[in-house]
Each structure stands twice: as C-alpha cells, then as structure tokens.
C-alpha cells in the first residue's frame, strides 16, 4: 500500500523557534504539496514541488519555506514560529496529472 | 476563479438517508474533480474521481453527478451509515496548469444511528 509519512503526529514548539515538518512518500511521485487545515477554512496550500530542488508558492507561502533534496522527502520549515502557525499541517504526494492526492495522517502544532 | 465553492457546511442525517453535497466553480479549464474523505486525526482520502466527459460514476453507494453547462458536481451518499460520518471535501484541478487541486471548505457530515 502506497504511504505518505510525516515525521510527527503532534509537536509543541515555542514562538521564534525554526520548526522543521518532515515528509516522506514512497510512491515515487514527482509532486508533493503542504496544506495547513483550519476549522472553516479548509485546506490551504502552503507551497509545492513538482521535482526534486524545484517549489512553487502557493496561497499561504508567508512565514514559510520548503526543501525538497530527494524525490521522496519534502520539508517544510517554519522560519520563526508564530501562534498564528497553530495548525494541522498535511503533507501529499501525486504522480502526475492523473489521479489524486495521497496524504499524509498530519502533524497537529500547537506554538506557545 | 480559482475557487471552488462547497455547500452545505454541515449535514446530519439518519441511518439510511441520502446525504448530498454540493460544489460549483467558475473556471472552466478544471477537468478533474476529486472527493475526499476524512475522518477525525486522519489525513483526507481520496473517495471518488470524475472527468467531465461522463456525468455521473458510481462506486458502491457514493455516486458523483456532474453538471458541465451548471458547473457543478455533486456527491451523493446512498444508505448513509454511521461509518460514513466525517468531513468530506470536494476538489478541482485544471488541464494544463500546475499539479495542484483546489479545495472546497469540506463539509463536516453526522450520521445518526
């Protein structure tokens, strides 16, 4: 069964720390995206990549960066941590234009 | 033009009932329409798929319509369970474009037994 796996299910982490969201699909898909989930705002795009070093902004880009080294690992970093950042982060992977998203299970983090 | 609109928010229905969810967008270059489903500490996953070449497609008791000229779609829930409750999510993605697909808000739906 093809899997998306992020690093950690729950974090805590303190406002101004540099935060890193880890995500690994074993599917071998060229793209892979974050999505931050809030109640009644639905999934929001962070950023994506569609090959290895290559991203894209999406809606939500600000306070954020992403790393992509390897086909199957894509990072996302929270540069300096804000309450505002208090969200379900998922992470996806897709192979191409056919077909849907894979996601991942979340990381829930809460920044005090 | 980017958006697609998701409606309603909320659902409750009893066990055996038609659950209906319903989503419109603007731009006509989509040509992917997704539904998702997700359960509480789950990520979203993918439900059903329809292309706008067919109108509807069924898998089991979740059945996608799709209204190309209204441009809408809708998922329909036959004998809805208990089980099926859950936040469901409605997406788009265009021909053409970049990879990404476009969200509705989701709409949390309670079956009661």
Redesign the interface.
Known sequence: DVK?TQSSRYLVKRTGEKVFLECVQDMDH??M?WYRQDP????R?IY?S?DVKMK?K?DIPEGYSVSREKKERFSLILESASTNQTSMY?C?S?P??VG???????TRLTVV | QQQVK?SPQSLIVQKGGISIINCAYENTAFD?F?W?QQFP??????LI?IRPDVSEKKEGRFTISFNKSAKQFSLHIMDSQPGDSATY?C?A?M?GG????V????MKLTVNP
């Open positions: 998306v060229e793209n995206f009644g705002l639905g999934l795009l994506f569609y894209e999406g998922l996806a897709r191409d234009r849907g998203y894979t996601f991942g299970s979340g | 998701q992917y997704p998702y500490g789950k990520g979203p996953a993918l798929a999510f997406a993605s021909k970049s990879e990404k697909l969200f509705g808000k989701g």
